[in-house]
């Protein structure tokens, strides 16, 4: 699916010298962050039919409209909101970069998901790679548009997914997804 996009990101400035080896390292050291959280979530996530249970009646149907997510908990200091998402076969995100860190984890069915490549020459995103997850797969994605993909339900059956986001409950809305424009090749 093709993401309506706004301008958001303007050119790099150079790094001041004494900043230069701790900016250019930040990369993997947010990546490597990110990581352990997806870690963590693989480790932590026992009992998902709970989970799944404890979701509103009907919810575990998803939308006709649209992925649906559901805010399942939010952390009392406001570092993160974990939200599960309904797919419907056919239903996509649109592409996109993090303005937050997220970790993910498919919990029924498979999702498909898709990688891109920021090309800050003529801002956008370019298919590079796609994968298939399987319930039990554990993924990060760290913020930046060094890491854009989209996610959805190419399969015959709903999907669902857990999702956690480095954004307190009221940004989630808003302080995810940074949306992009692709070519489309
Ligand atoms: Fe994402």
Redesign the pocket.
Known sequence: MQATATPFVTPVPAVPGPLALLATGMDATLSHSARTVAEHLAASLTDTDALLASLPPGALAGSPDRYTRHLVYADPYERFSVMLLIWRPGQH?PV?G?RAW?A?RVLRGTLAERHYRWNPENRTATQVGAATREAGDTFS?PAGLQHI?A?GNDSHDIAVSL?IYGVDRDNIATG??LLVDTIVS
């Open positions: 995100s996109h993090h997220c993910y994605v993909h996610l999702h995810v997804n």
